[in-house]
């Protein structure tokens, strides 16, 4: 492996943002990792699973308008985002 970390991805946290007007079905694309990815340099024989990896923390956020808030408001604001990673995310609630 290369001294580098192509599968580490740092979460984001999104905190005491008012988001107007914010269709819910387009909040966060996160797209999948790409076969072509794989190299032997970064990942091996196998593709990088970078985009397998990404947490959006969101804490203290409002939403107004015409947003779906009964989709991302029912804890407060507060609610987190993951890719639908096979291997991890059915286990989360």
């Given at each position: 492996?290369?001294?580098?970390?192509?599968?580490?991805?740092?979460?984001?946290?999104?905190?005491?943002?008012?988001?107007?007007?914010?269709?819910?079905?387009?909040?966060?694309f996160i797209?999948?990792?790409?076969?072509?990815?794989?190299?032997?340099?970064?990942?091996?024989?196998?593709?990088?699973?970078?985009?397998?990896?990404?947490?959006?923390?969101?804490k203290?956020?409002?939403?107004?308008?015409?947003?779906?808030?009964?989709?991302?408001?029912?804890?407060?604001?507060?609610?987190?985002?993951?890719?639908?990673?096979?291997?991890?995310?059915?286990?989360?609630?």
């Amino acid at each position: 492996m290369s001294g580098g970390n192509p599968d580490y991805t740092a979460p984001s946290y999104i905190t005491n943002n008012r988001f107007v007007n914010v269709d819910m079905n387009s909040f966060a694309f996160i797209a999948s990792p790409e076969p072509a990815w794989a190299n032997p340099a970064d990942c091996g024989n196998f593709p990088c699973t970078g985009p397998h990896n990404v947490l959006m923390d969101f804490k203290d956020n409002t939403f107004e308008g015409t947003s779906d808030t009964s989709v991302a408001n029912p804890n407060g604001g507060n609610f987190q985002i993951i890719p639908n990673n096979p291997g991890f995310s059915p286990f989360i609630s």
